[in-house]
């Protein structure tokens, strides 16, 4: 079945890729021959997280293809993940893209204009290969329309009949490992590398001085991008109280986007001096420096966890069950999943409870209990 959450979806992708073979039958597999390919393209407008899971597979791009330029689309919100990044020869920022939290996202005709907007690019790069490392069908249907000769991607997502290479069906993997499938699709037969921002001098220079003036700091990332996913704030207050209490040396550092500044506003007025507002005021690259000398983050499901996890710093993250946990959680050594109660049947993205029950189940204590017996702060 195609890797949808929705059983109507599933089944109309279904009858869709059906159709398609029969249609567009005469589209067969291509053979890879890496020393005959000059360009490579990869589509990636996607969250921050997603992005960051996909850099092994981008490593293994650059691997596979060592004599190629490679080129990668990017949206403006998610390129900040791949700068310096020495896999990727050029970077190229789609303005136009749709943002999946914005209303103009569900607007079919804004996607369309996306399209044509993006084989106006790719034929002015005119790749031998091109990539959809996001798994979204009209990124494959803007390979097809800009006639690129070798396309790959997911083989479970609708109009993959439209691919020249596409991944096996594989479910029940983590999401960095559905991404990997690519690196498999292109012959990269090595393990898979390790996810990873590039972090430059320049941003070890603006973080340095600020690391040596907090000492000991934790850190928390209030927001979660979607309500289903949020850990209530009043709980983040009280979880930051305990902590403090027991341990009042210590700074909480809090990071996130322009969308968590009214959280923090209110986080702020109740913990007083111990915070340091970091929120709009970091790119990614220096969010994942200032991580790695943190003793503990806390956080919701987001791109900020996966980032602590993939460092090793313990790292404490609510989630949702619907989301889908074993697929979506940060991978380290140190990561400590709290999960979502069943108080109600929440329907995810179409829950309209604030906070969700499920999550508002998590109790403070149960948290910082876990905090003390772990010594996650010794």
């Known amino acids: ?14 009858i869709i890729d059906f159709l398609g073979l029969i249609l567009f039958f005469w589209i067969r597999e291509k053979k ?38 490679i080129f990668i689309i990017v949206a403006p919100w998610n390129k900040e993940v791949l700068e310096n990044n020495p896999n990727i020869d050029e970077i190229i920022i789609f303005e136009e893209a749709l943002n999946v939290h914005k209303k103009e996202f569900f607007k079919i005709s804004n996607h369309f204009k996306k399209c044509r907007k993006l084989v106006k690019i790719i034929k002015n790069i005119s790749p031998e290969i091109g990539i959809d490392l996001e798994g979204h069908p009209l990124n494959v249907l803007t390979l097809f329309l800009s006639k ?6 997911f083989g479970d997502k609708v109009l993959s009949f439209l691919l020249t290479n596409k991944t096996e069906k594989d479910e029940k993997i983590h999401q960095s490992d559905i991404y990997f499938r690519i690196a498999k699709a292109i012959g990269f037969r090595n393990s898979k590398p390790e996810m990873k921002i590039f972090v430059n001098e320049k941003d070890k220079e603006k973080i ?11 850190m928390f990332h209030l927001g979660a991008g979607r309500t289903y996913r949020q850990w209530p704030l009043e709980n983040f207050i009280n979880l930051a ?31 007083k001096n111990n915070v340091v507002d970091m929120v709009g005021k970091l790119k990614i690259s220096e969010v994942y420096y200032l991580l790695s000398f943190s003793k503990l983050f806390v956080g919701n499901e987001s791109a900020p966890m996966h980032l602590a996890g993939s460092l090793n710093i313990p790292t404490i993250a609510f989630m949702n069950e619907w989301s889908g946990i074993e697929r979506w959680k940060p991978i380290g050594e140190k990561v400590y999943i709290f999960k979502s109660k069943k108080i109600h049947n ?33």
């Open 148 to 153: 690129v000769p070798i396309r790959i991607g």
């Open 208 to 218: 340095n001085p600020l690391v040596n003036d907090l000492k000991n700091f934790i």
């Open 1 to 14: 079945m195609k890797d949808y959450k929705n059983f109507k979806t599933r089944i109309l992708a279904e």
């Open 32 to 69: 890879i021959d890496p020393d005959n390919i000059k360009k490579v393209l990869i589509i990636k407008l996607d969250r921050i997280g997603d992005t960051f899971l996909a850099t092994p597979t981008i490593e293994a791009i650059r691997k596979r293809f060592a004599q190629a330029k």
């Open 241 to 271: 109280k305990l902590i403090l209490k027991d341990y009042p040396n210590l700074k909480i550092v809090v990071i996130g986007g322009e969308e968590d500044k009214k959280l923090v506003a209110e986080f702020t007025k109740e913990i």
């Open 346 to 378: 929440c329907p995810g993205v179409n829950c309209k409870l604030i906070p969700c029950p499920n999550m508002a189940a998590i109790s403070v204590d149960e948290v910082y209990n876990f905090i003390k017996e772990k010594k996650l702060l010794e």
